[in-house]
């Protein structure tokens, strides 16, 4: 057993599972891969020979002998519980929930669905107004309507934190007919919320508390690291699994807890909508390995990738112009705990900008950063690092800040709390699906946006489909494009314009 199940009823329904070494669906997926079955179904390539050469190279050849479609007997399809079946139910007993889905479009089809089930067309759902971008895109599927509750901002920095519970509790008496709260919970840069405080906060105004912990598939494995938001007493959460663990990209999980504040077959229901009909089983087997290393071995790997990682925090903290933004961060409002396995760096005492730490970074030594900012690069660490790794990292940061340090500081490109308090004049899905016009971007102000733009920094989606434009997002958005910074979800990358919604009808 894992930490994640400690003090987490057992799941509620579904088929008995074994101890968690096996990996069913995995298992069922290479013996059906390798056993020289007559395959006249799909896919066309059927299970290798039909492939590009260069795609056998790339991907290999026992990939694609994995790669099956579903419906095939003794994976999915047979005898209750199938193979499938026992996947999924050893993954909710993994991760501490009553049930969980495997899911082959990100943690985003996690959010599409979460919206679809909780905030049907009409109905009010309290939002942490810095979510990603999918929750906003599941209104736009499922026309709910959002009400923001404003995350904690760090303006010396210019990123956003946590949702603390005072704020949480303001939002839901501000919208009492909301039907559910959607915080996150740990944020890009590792910080992670008061679960407990806003599970109560929530549960006392009568709505389930569903925490986004995309950045956190590892959290509840190892001491060093929090809980599960399940386990602190959220009613469901999202592992974006492929991002800090061993499964493919764009695989995920979507777990409801026991508590029975949400209906897992509506969950189920809505997944049912949004999930192909022919998903990938090597997304979906990986899944289920992942699931096995974090259970059997994730706590000593944590520990070993904690112990590296902390060889190379402390050669980093003596770096001359560059700060850790870590552990010495827990306490303020926003920020209840922290992941140790993202490396944040405040570069402003470089004179640099962490664009250009990025850059000279990469260029001299091959080191890809996740994300600069203005003021900051963020590092994830993976489940499994070496300590050779991480010293010869913190060495490269060391040569890099020493040859490219200027006289004087940084700035961070500091917004402020109010600017992410835009008028929601319409709703997402009226905006979205409305008819649109392309503007330049100097025209923009007071108009209604089609677009959700999030910039990083500060990891905010600046505007929403359906929010009033000011001009006080349109020049910061704009300073955000001339500075290097990636805005996502623009159609104009460079920010020259932008899809507002036609006034003339
Ligand atoms: C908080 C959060 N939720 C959801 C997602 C979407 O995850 P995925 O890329 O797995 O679809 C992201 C992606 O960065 C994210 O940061």
Same mark, same amino acid.
């Given at each position: 057993?894992?930490?994640?199940?400690?003090?987490?009823?057992?799941?509620?329904?579904?088929?008995?599972?074994?101890?968690?070494?096996?990996?069913?669906?995995?298992?069922?997926?290479?013996?059906?891969?390798?056993?020289?079955?007559?395959?006249?179904?799909?896919?066309?390539?059927?299970?290798?020979?039909?492939?590009?050469?260069?795609?056998?190279?790339?991907?290999?050849?026992?990939?694609?002998?994995?790669?099956?479609?579903?419906?095939?007997?003794?994976?999915?399809?047979?005898?209750?519980?199938?193979?499938?079946?026992?996947?999924?139910?050893?993954?909710?007993?993994?991760?501490?929930?009553?049930?969980?889905?495997?899911?082959?479009?990100?943690?985003?089809?996690?959010?599409?669905?979460?919206?679809?089930?909780?905030?049907?067309?009409?109905?009010?759902?309290?939002?942490?107004?810095?979510?990603?971008?999918?929750?906003?895109?599941?209104?736009?599927?499922?026309?709910?309507?959002?009400?923001?509750?404003?995350?904690?901002?760090?303006?010396?920095?210019?990123?956003?934190?946590?949702?603390?519970?005072?704020?949480?509790?303001?939002?839901?008496?501000?919208?009492?007919?909301?039907?559910?709260?959607?915080?996150?919970?740990?944020?890009?840069?590792?910080?992670?919320?008061?679960?407990?405080?806003?599970?109560?906060?929530?549960?006392?105004?009568?709505?389930?508390?569903?925490?986004?912990?995309?950045?956190?598939?590892?959290?509840?494995?190892?001491?060093?690291?929090?809980?599960?938001?399940?386990?602190?007493?959220?009613?469901?959460?999202?592992?974006?699994?492929?991002?800090?663990?061993?499964?493919?990209?764009?695989?995920?999980?979507?777990?409801?807890?026991?508590?029975?504040?949400?209906?897992?077959?509506?969950?189920?229901?809505?997944?049912?909508?949004?999930?192909? *009909?022919?998903?990938?089983?090597?997304? %979906?087997?990986?899944?289920? #390995? +992942?699931? &096995?290393? =974090? /259970?059997?071995?994730? $706590?000593?790997?944590?520990?070993?990738?904690?112990?590296?990682?902390?060889?190379?925090?402390?050669?980093?903290?003596?770096?001359?112009?560059?700060?850790?933004?870590?552990?010495?961060?827990?306490?303020?409002?926003?920020?209840?705990?922290?992941?140790?396995?993202?490396?944040?760096?405040?570069?402003?005492?470089?004179?640099?900008?962490?664009?250009?730490?990025?850059?000279?970074?990469?260029?001299?030594?091959?080191?890809?950063?996740?994300?600069?900012?203005?003021? *900051?690069?963020?590092?994830?660490?993976? %489940?499994?690092?070496?300590? #050779? +790794?991480? &010293?010869? =990292? /913190?060495?490269?940061? $060391?040569?890099?800040?020493?040859?490219?340090?200027?006289?004087?500081?940084?700035?961070?490109?500091?917004?402020?709390?109010?600017?992410?308090?835009?008028?929601?004049?319409?709703?997402?899905?009226?905006?979205?699906?409305?008819?649109?016009?392309?503007?330049?971007?100097?025209?923009?102000?007071?108009?209604?946006?089609?677009?959700?733009?999030?910039?990083?920094?500060?990891?905010?989606?600046?505007?929403?489909?359906?929010?009033?434009?000011?001009?006080?997002?349109?020049?910061?958005?704009?300073?955000?494009?001339?500075?290097?910074?990636?805005?996502?979800?623009?159609?104009?990358?460079?920010?020259?314009?932008?899809?507002?919604?036609?006034?003339?009808?």
């Amino acid at each position: 057993m894992t930490a994640a199940n400690e003090g987490v009823p057992a799941p509620a329904a579904g088929p008995p599972v074994p101890e968690q070494p096996v990996a069913p669906y995995l298992d069922a997926v290479m013996e059906y891969a390798f056993r020289g079955a007559a395959r006249y179904h799909v896919p066309g390539h059927k299970g290798g020979p039909g492939a590009d050469p260069g795609v056998i190279k790339a991907i290999g050849a026992d990939a694609l002998a994995a790669d099956v479609p579903q419906l095939i007997h003794g994976i999915d399809v047979g005898p209750s519980p199938t193979p499938y079946e026992r996947a999924e139910a050893m993954a909710a007993q993994a991760f501490g929930a009553a049930r969980s889905w495997f899911l082959t479009n990100g943690a985003t089809q996690g959010n599409h669905a979460l919206c679809l089930a909780l905030a049907p067309l009409g109905s009010r759902v309290v939002v942490q107004r810095n979510s990603h971008g999918s929750v906003v895109d599941g209104l736009v599927l499922s026309g709910g309507l959002p009400s923001f509750v404003i995350p904690e901002y760090d303006e010396e920095l210019g990123i956003t934190h946590c949702v603390t519970p005072g704020a949480l509790a303001a939002a839901l008496r501000a919208a009492p007919d909301a039907s559910a709260a959607f915080v996150v919970s740990p944020t890009y840069y590792g910080m992670a919320a008061d679960i407990a405080g806003l599970g109560e906060v929530a549960h006392e105004a009568g709505v389930p508390l569903v925490v986004d912990q995309a950045w956190g598939p590892h959290f509840g494995f190892h001491e060093a690291l929090p809980a599960t938001a399940l386990a602190q007493g959220a009613d469901a959460m999202l592992t974006s699994t492929h991002k800090v663990t061993g499964s493919l990209t764009q695989s995920a999980m979507l777990h409801v807890g026991g508590s029975g504040r949400i209906d897992a077959e509506s969950v189920a229901r809505v997944l049912r909508l949004l999930r192909s *009909t022919s998903p990938s089983s090597l997304l %979906l087997a990986s899944l289920d #390995g +992942a699931r &096995r290393q =974090l /259970a059997l071995h994730g $706590e000593q790997l944590l520990h070993e990738t904690l112990e590296a990682i902390a060889v190379a925090r402390a050669k980093l903290e003596t770096i001359e112009g560059i700060r850790l933004v870590d552990s010495s961060l827990v306490g303020r409002a926003g920020i209840a705990g922290y992941d140790p396995l993202r490396i944040v760096i405040d570069v402003r005492g470089t004179g640099c900008t962490g664009y250009e730490v990025a850059d000279a970074l990469r260029r001299s030594y091959d080191v890809q950063v996740e994300l600069p900012t203005q003021a *900051t690069i963020v590092l994830v660490v993976g %489940l499994v690092e070496s300590t #050779g +790794a991480l &010293r010869r =990292l /913190a060495g490269d940061i $060391e040569e890099t800040v020493k040859r490219i340090a200027k006289p004087g500081a940084t700035a961070a490109i500091a917004g402020t709390a109010k600017m992410l308090m835009g008028e929601m004049a319409v709703s997402p899905r009226e905006a979205f699906l409305g008819e649109a016009e392309v503007v330049p971007v100097g025209k923009a102000a007071r108009r209604i946006s089609c677009e959700s733009i999030a910039s990083y920094p500060p990891g905010v989606p600046q505007l929403l489909p359906g929010e009033r434009i000011s001009p006080e997002i349109v020049s910061h958005l704009t300073r955000l494009a001339e500075t290097g910074a990636r805005l996502y979800g623009a159609s104009d990358p460079r920010f020259r314009t932008i899809h507002v919604l036609r006034e003339d009808g």
